[in-house]
């Protein structure tokens, strides 16, 4: 069975608190996967980890069977490892589409984008993209008039548009209405099915996790504390009196 992602033993110390605790984690290629669990628990730290954003403390990482444990940001996004931050970062100033062409473009200059002719990207992929994203009529529009939930969109979009393998999102929802709570969840669910791309999604809006569908991994203190479907989680007593029960 081809894993996209292996972490073994996975640990991160920041100074005497272990954010991360001998995380071992397996997500198959081509696999969705949600990670669950109350504030504070190492979700992001965890992705910090794999991402190479920090140095895991012992421990190892393993993507599409290299061991990429420590190995520096820009390597690991050009194995194949894109990320979704929590806040969005699209570019106010540029078109939608022009947003989805900077990830595919190696030398960049937000100047040379104002005109088409002069950009990188093939137009065919990024059509499609604009259609999975349901930006299409969006196309021309300045990111900075996008609603809160269309940036969201745009930047997993510009995630997708450099071609990872495995695609991280961390709390894609954050600030969203529950209409765009759902329709990211169809967005991701879609993602997973059309393209090819693994991705794994932290969160901690349970509509969306049920509505995701995902194999769900529950996190607690840094260590992995029950995986399962979104039905077997939610009836977990252990899981319902450390996380559904609490009021985030
Ligand atoms: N750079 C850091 N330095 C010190 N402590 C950190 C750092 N990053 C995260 N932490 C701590 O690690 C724990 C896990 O944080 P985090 O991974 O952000 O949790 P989550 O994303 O699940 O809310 C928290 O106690 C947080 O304060
Ligand atoms: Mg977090």
Known sequence: MAFILETKDLTKQFG????????SLKLKEGGLRCILGPNGCGKTTLFNLISGCYKPTSGKIIFAGQDISGQPVHLINRAGI???????????????????????SS???????????S????????LTLLNLLKL????????????????????????????PRLMLLDEPTAGMTAAETNKTAQLIHQISIETGISVVVIEHDLNFVKKL??????MY??????????????????VQSIYLGRKR
């Open 16 to 23: 005497g608190l272990t954010a991360v605790d001998k995380t």
């Open 82 to 104: 894109g990320r979704k931050f929590q806040i969005p970062s699209v570019f106010n100033s540029m078109t939608v589409e022009e947003n989805l062409r900077v990830p595919s």
């Open 107 to 117: 030398n960049w200059k937000p100047s040379l984008l104002r005109s088409k002719n």
């Open 119 to 126: 950009v990188p990207g093939n137009r065919q992929e990024i």
């Open 136 to 163: 299409t009529e969006k196309t021309n529009e300045l990111a900075g008039n996008l609603s809160h939930g269309e940036k969201q969109w745009l930047e997993i979009g510009m995630v997708m548009a450099s071609k």
């Open 213 to 218: 569908a995902s194999r769900v991994t529950v």
């Open 221 to 238: 203190k840094g260590s992995i504390f029950r995986e399962g479907n979104y039905e077997e989680i939610q009836e977990d007593k252990d």
